[in-house]
């Protein structure tokens, strides 16, 4: 005669033994199967030096999104070089840049996924970046423009031409604070102490 | 007959005095009453460097037609009919034109050397193949005419000629590397400060490396009876001596902060870096894996790394056969994720790799420091 503990026992076990499977098996499906959407802020820039306010805003962004922070630094490749060519001189300021910000990054959660990109000018460099990868956003910041980096011609052709919203940041006049190669830390530029911090 | 030894003054930029130092040392062994003649000189109007030729005697060079127009050049054959015990051949890097012997002076330079004859020679350190594309980027001006790196790896002594960038720009200031009306020219191209500071750390680097190369691989060969010692440093004696690195990657983001950490620690070494991907054969590359793939590729091209995949189901052996293959010295791999389940009984992964790997390998694990410094 069959108990009625018997059929609970045979049952759980049942349970157990489907439960297991279906763990196991879920565990085991590859991960590149698994549908991801890709939500990226892209952050570029150029020289030694980006202004704080852009990555903390980039940061502040990317966290509120769930998206992963692309920091890319762009590097000019003189037309007497293949484009293709290796640029140690233009990776060492990179890799120290772009070590600063990922380790910001990381310290408040922000997923990072950080490019070098190199081009015949910043502009063409950008339009290779924005050719090759999909962006939700590009934060870039206006303190960025002059000599040693994207011009206003360039934020205009960014704002035409970028399958993505963009986001130009004007810091106020007193806030002069810039995340630097050199430590890592956020620095205020000389002749104004206000935006330490 | 016996292999003639073979000297070259190695010079970070033209003026620094490597053919002054040619000379002076051509004249002290002509004073030691050796036969010495010039084979070839390349003063540039340099009033130092010419009194410091006078009174060696000078194998007379011969003409040769190029087009429409008639130039001086090297006259090996008359060289090698006078053969003397040492001769002195400027710019061993100079194109010859077509119709000569050889293409390129340096091969000129082995003809004498085979004969017997001792040669000194000079050279500036872009002219290196290897370092042709490093100088061109540093100093935005590409010389054309290179030579490969063996031709320094064959020269049983290389004499680097140092001087602060401050000096030689002095000595250009003050008319003694190109005439008055060059000088300006000159100050605002490639004699810049930022300039000769990163060709002489290329000068010095090269150097070192070259007397390390050779150094280990006299120790690591008995010298067979009448051979040479100096003839067993073949080109790729660097290669065969020198650390490499290798680091595991996986195509993920983090992956790209492993390299470029590796990067910087075999820049610091002085030595190639070899990405590896131990691509699991069930693992189809779409999607965001291509997409990291793709971003590694180019990221190993901007650093002037080798990115290699490698399909096995067994990351050790994997990694073993390409440690071999490559002659790596380090490995650098990233921090795993804690193991769970089962994985917690099994060894980690840098011992497995030290275990695998040939004794010396060195196995560093690369860490996230940010979450160290959040962590304290």
Redesign the interface.
């Known amino acids: 005669m069959i108990h009625v503990e018997h059929v609970l026992i045979a049952l759980a076990l049942v349970l157990g033994l489907v439960g297991g499977f279906l763990l196991a098996r879920s565990r085991l499906r590859?991960k590149?199967h698994q549908p991801?959407e890709?939500h990226q802020i892209l952050l570029p820039f150029t020289g030694t030096e980006i202004s704080r306010r852009a990555v903390d805003a980039a940061m502040r962004l990317a966290r509120a999104e769930g998206a992963?922070l692309m920091p890319a630094y762009l590097?000019q490749v003189?037309k007497?070089?293949p484009l293709?060519?290796?640029?140690?001189?233009?990776?060492?300021k990179?890799?120290s840049m772009?070590?600063a910000i990922?380790?910001?990054?990381?310290?408040q959660g922000v997923?990072?996924?950080?490019?070098?990109?190199?081009g015949r000018s910043y502009r063409h460099a950008l339009a290779r970046l924005l050719a090759?990868?999909t962006f939700d956003r590009v934060v870039v910041s206006a303190t960025a423009t002059g000599a040693s980096g994207l011009s206003g011609d360039d934020l205009v052709w960014l704002l035409e031409k970028a399958p993505a919203e963009v986001m130009i940041l004007r810091p106020g006049p007193d806030d002069q604070r810039v995340l630097s190669a050199a430590n890592g830390r956020a620095l205020a530029a000389s002749g104004n102490g206000n935006g330490r911090g | 007959m016996s292999h003639g030894h073979y000297k070259i003054f190695l010079g970070m930029a033209a003026g620094v005095g490597k053919t002054y130092r040619m000379l002076q040392e051509g004249q002290a062994e002509a004073d030691a009453g050796r036969d010495v003649v010039i084979g070839y000189l390349e003063p540039h109007d340099r009033e130092e460097t010419s009194a410091q030729a006078r009174g060696l005697e000078v194998v007379p060079r011969r003409r040769v037609q190029v087009r429409d127009v008639s130039v001086e050049e090297m006259d090996l054959g008359a060289l090698l009919n006078r053969g003397p015990e040492l001769a002195l051949i400027d710019e061993l890097a100079h194109s010859n034109p077509p119709g000569l012997e050889h293409r390129k002076r340096y091969e000129d330079i082995a003809d004498v050397l085979a004969a017997g004859i001792d040669v000194f020679s000079t050279v500036n350190v872009q002219h290196l193949e290897s370092l042709n594309d490093q100088v061109a980027e540093l100093t935005e001006v590409r010389v054309r005419e290179t030579v490969p790196d063996s031709v320094l790896g064959e020269a049983d002594e290389v004499v680097l000629i140092d001087l602060t960038p401050e000096a030689l720009i002095a000595r250009l200031r003050a008319g003694k590397i190109y005439p008055a009306s060059n000088i300006q020219a000159a100050l605002d191209n490639f004699f810049k400060i930022e300039n000769l500071a990163a060709l002489r750390e290329v000068s010095l680097r090269q150097v070192a490396e070259d007397v390390e190369s050779k150094r280990l691989v006299y120790n690591a060969e008995p010298d067979p009876v009448g051979t040479r010692a100096e003839e067993r440093v073949s080109a790729d004696a660097p290669k065969a001596v020198g650390e490499r690195l290798l680091a595991l990657v996986r195509p993920q983001p983090s992956s790209q902060r492993l390299v470029r950490r590796a990067w910087r620690s075999a820049q610091r070494l002085g030595t190639e870096l070899d990405l590896l991907w131990v691509k699991p054969p069930s693992l189809v590359i779409e999607g965001e894996v291509d997409r990291q793939v793709t971003a590694l590729r180019q990221l190993a091209s901007v650093l002037g790394a080798q990115f290699l995949i490698e399909e096995h189901d067994d990351l050790v052996a994997a990694v073993a056969r390409v440690v071999r293959e490559r002659g790596s010295t380090y490995i650098m791999v990233g921090e795993s994720e804690p193991p769970r389940g089962l994985a917690r009984l099994r060894e980690p992964l840098p011992q497995r790799l030290m275990r695998a790997t040939p004794p010396g390998v060195d196995v560093r694990i690369v860490a996230h420091r940010a979450l160290k410094e959040d962590g304290r």
């Open positions: 590859p590149a991801e890709v992963t590097a003189p007497s070089l293709e060519c290796a640029i140690p001189n233009e990776a060492a990179a890799t772009l070590e990922e380790q910001r990054a990381t310290a997923p990072v996924d950080a490019r070098i990109e190199r090759g990868e």
